[in-house]
C-alpha cells in the first residue's frame, strides 16, 4: 500500500499513458490487482483503475541492498 508505481503500458480509453506515475492505495483481488490513484500537480486525484501487476511498475526511491533483486508480480 501507498507504494509509488509508474504505468508499463498506454491506457488511452482511461486517458493514462506509459510513464505515468500513480499510488496504489488499495489491493484487490487477494493481491492480483491493485487499486492507483493518478494525481494532478495539486495533489487532486484525476483517476482511481484497477491494474493487474504488469501494468505497473515499483518505483524506489533510494539505492537497493547489494544483491537486491525485487520479487516479479509483487507490488
Known amino acids: 500500500m501507498l507504494n509509488v508505481v509508474a504505468l508499463t503500458a498506454d491506457l ?3 486517458n493514462v499513458w506509459r510513464g505515468q506515475v500513480g499510488t496504489i ?3 484487490l483481488a487477494n493481491g492480483t490487482a491493485f487499486e492507483v490513484e ?3 500537480r495539486n495533489g487532486r486525484t484525476h ?3 484497477g ?3 504488469e501494468q505497473i511498475m515499483v518505483l524506489h ?8 533483486k525485487p520479487e516479479r508480480g509483487t507490488a
Do not use: H, I, M
Request: aromatic share 18%.
Open 51 to 53: 491494474l493487474r501487476p
Open 25 to 27: 492505495v488499495e489491493t
Open 47 to 49: 483517476k482511481s483503475l
Open 12 to 14: 488511452p480509453r482511461y
Open 61 to 68: 526511491f533510494q539505492p537497493a541492498s547489494p544483491g537486491f
Open 38 to 40: 493518478f494525481s494532478d
